[in-house]
């Protein structure tokens, strides 16, 4: 993935410190480095860091609802048999000053430093990232999540919805006491994006038929969750999304009159939605996919064929209850004085697209953080409603996105 550098504004209330059984840290006397004060420092000089003064909200065609200068960063230290947490219960936010001078332009206060005993010692390093315009929850300790994550491992968790449209990010890493020679560097922090970026373009393909696309919508997706990371049993950083709440809401993407001539005319939207990721085959009611009957177990044909018919009924409304893609349209009525006709074709199951037009191409099980999806849905009034999907990564920049079916 190339990294395009950008800064994102947060206000971090929400993030959630997990901290398995920590101790508070006491004053320490600083580790004087040759050269350096001995200050713990950051360089997340990754995808969000900015490169210039520019306030754009978007990246590569996702609309992050805008950036600044500044993340929040959690820490535990281990050693000497304790888990002492630094920057305190809530996490400490870092800015980026612009007329600072001297090691770091990454600020923050008061300062936290080094303090090595042994090889055995180690910095756990959480962070995470938003452009969040007014507060929401308020920072809170957490207990009750003991049971589910992985004893004595650091975690940080922030709360999503659909309705908060804005880029989330998180970083983790670990810096320990073997590495000599980093002991004392700024700590690099690698921020993915927790969130899918998802578009859909709309191309009337009919040979004689103009038409009005009026509506673009999912339903059954992922409401609202948990964006976690955690440092796992390895010492890496691990994203993932828990506490998810699926509905039948439908997330409207697009909504208005947007008029395509026949003969290719499409409807192409200027930016990307961002969606929560999650796998596309999982039922908002939490049924289980029927399994498909196999002719050894029936006697004869007429008993597998009424097995294969029930299979059927069930199998469909299984799929009515996973992630749907739904656009509705009109067409002129041949009577003048007539309203124009409306047309709702069926919902799209989402694990069902292909990334190829043509062909045995594979689909999308799930969506992926950090990963753009662009659903190409072909209308021909005249042969039905063709839907295909393409992938890149976030800042990955593609010069011929038609063009390419990865």
Same mark, same amino acid.
């Given at each position: 993935?190339?990294?395009?550098?950008?800064?994102?504004?947060?206000?971090?209330?929400?993030?959630?410190?997990?901290?398995?059984?920590?101790?508070?840290?006491?004053?320490?006397?600083?580790?004087?480095? =040759?050269?350096?004060? *001995?200050?713990?420092?950051?360089?997340? &000089?990754? #995808?969000?860091?900015? /490169?210039? +003064?520019?306030?754009?909200?978007?990246?590569?065609?996702?609309?992050?609802?805008?950036?600044?200068?500044?993340?929040?960063?959690?820490?535990?230290?281990?050693?000497?048999?304790?888990?002492?947490?630094?920057?305190?219960?809530?996490?400490?936010?870092?800015?980026?000053?612009?007329?600072?001078?001297?090691?770091?332009?990454?600020?923050?206060?008061?300062?936290?430093?080094?303090?090595?005993?042994?090889?055995?010692?180690?910095?756990?390093?959480?962070?995470?990232?938003?452009?969040?315009?007014?507060?929401?929850?308020?920072?809170?300790?957490?207990?009750?999540?003991?049971? =589910?994550?992985?004893? *004595?491992?650091?975690?940080?968790?922030? &709360?999503? #919805?659909?309705?908060? /449209?804005? +880029?989330?990010?998180?970083?983790?890493?670990?810096?320990?006491?073997?590495?000599?020679?980093?002991?004392?560097?700024?700590?690099?922090?690698?921020?993915?994006?927790?969130?899918?970026?998802?578009?859909?373009?709309?191309?009337?393909?009919?040979?004689?038929?103009?038409?009005?696309?009026?509506?673009?919508?999912?339903?059954?997706?992922?409401?609202?969750?948990?964006?976690?990371?955690?440092?796992?049993?390895?010492?890496?950083?691990?994203?993932?999304?828990?506490?998810?709440?699926?509905?039948?809401?439908?997330?409207?993407?697009?909504?208005?009159?947007?008029?395509?001539?026949?003969?290719?005319?499409?409807?192409?939207?200027?930016?990307?939605?961002?969606?929560?990721?999650? /796998?596309?085959?999982?039922?908002?009611?939490?049924?289980?996919?029927?399994?498909?009957?196999?002719?050894?177990?029936?006697?004869?044909?007429?008993?597998?064929?009424?097995?294969?018919?029930?299979?059927?009924?069930?199998?469909?409304?299984?799929?009515?209850?996973?992630?749907?893609?739904?656009?509705?349209?009109?067409?002129?009525?041949?009577?003048?004085?007539?309203?124009?006709?409306?047309?709702?074709?069926?919902?799209?199951?989402?694990?069902?697209?292909?990334?190829?037009?043509?062909?045995?191409?594979?689909?999308?099980?799930?969506?992926?953080?950090?990963?753009?999806?662009?659903?190409?849905?072909?209308?021909?009034?005249?042969?039905?409603?063709?839907?295909?999907?393409?992938?890149?990564?976030?800042?990955?920049?593609?010069?011929?996105?038609?063009?390419?079916?990865?």
């Amino acid at each position: 993935m190339r990294n395009r550098h950008f800064i994102y504004k947060l206000l971090l209330l929400g993030l959630i410190l997990i901290p398995w059984s920590c101790t508070r840290t006491q004053e320490q006397e600083p580790q004087t480095i =040759e050269g350096e004060d *001995g200050a713990i420092r950051f360089d997340p &000089a990754v #995808a969000m860091v900015r /490169d210039d +003064d520019t306030k754009s909200t978007m990246i590569n065609g996702v609309n992050t609802g805008g950036h600044s200068n500044s993340f929040r960063v959690f820490c535990r230290r281990v050693g000497e048999g304790k888990h002492n947490l630094l920057f305190g219960d809530d996490g400490t936010q870092v800015t980026w000053n612009e007329s600072a001078t001297g090691s770091s332009k990454w600020e923050y206060s008061p300062l936290s430093y080094w303090y090595w005993i042994s090889v055995t010692n180690y910095y756990d390093f959480l962070a995470a990232m938003y452009p969040r315009p007014a507060a929401q929850e308020a920072v809170r300790m957490l207990d009750e999540l003991s049971g =589910e994550e992985i004893p *004595g491992n650091l975690a940080i968790k922030k &709360a999503y #919805a659909l309705s908060d /449209d804005y +880029d989330l990010m998180m970083a983790g890493t670990r810096r320990t006491g073997a590495d000599f020679e980093k002991r004392t560097v700024k700590v690099p922090l690698t921020f993915q994006h927790m969130l899918c970026a998802v578009r859909v373009v709309v191309t009337n393909e009919s040979t004689a038929t103009n038409l009005t696309l009026t509506s673009v919508k999912f339903d059954n997706i992922i409401q609202s969750a948990y964006a976690k990371v955690t440092i796992d049993a390895l010492g890496e950083p691990e994203f993932s999304w828990i506490d998810t709440q699926r509905t039948n809401a439908d997330k409207a993407v697009f909504s208005g009159s947007q008029a395509l001539n026949y003969g290719g005319d499409r409807y192409e939207p200027a930016s990307y939605d961002l969606l929560i990721p999650g /796998d596309l085959s999982v039922a908002i009611d939490g049924s289980l996919e029927p399994k498909v009957p196999k002719r050894e177990d029936y006697k004869n044909d007429a008993a597998y064929n009424t097995a294969m018919t029930a299979y059927n009924t069930a199998l469909t409304a299984f799929e009515a209850q996973l992630p749907r893609l739904k656009i509705t349209y009109t067409t002129a009525n041949p009577d003048p004085t007539g309203d124009p006709i409306v047309h709702a074709p069926d919902p799209i199951v989402l694990r069902n697209v292909k990334q190829a037009r043509f062909g045995s191409a594979d689909t999308i099980p799930e969506w992926e953080p950090g990963i753009k999806y662009t659903y190409n849905v072909s209308i021909r009034l005249d042969g039905g409603v063709i839907v295909t999907v393409i992938t890149s990564e976030w800042d990955e920049i593609i010069a011929e996105t038609p063009g390419i079916l990865i």
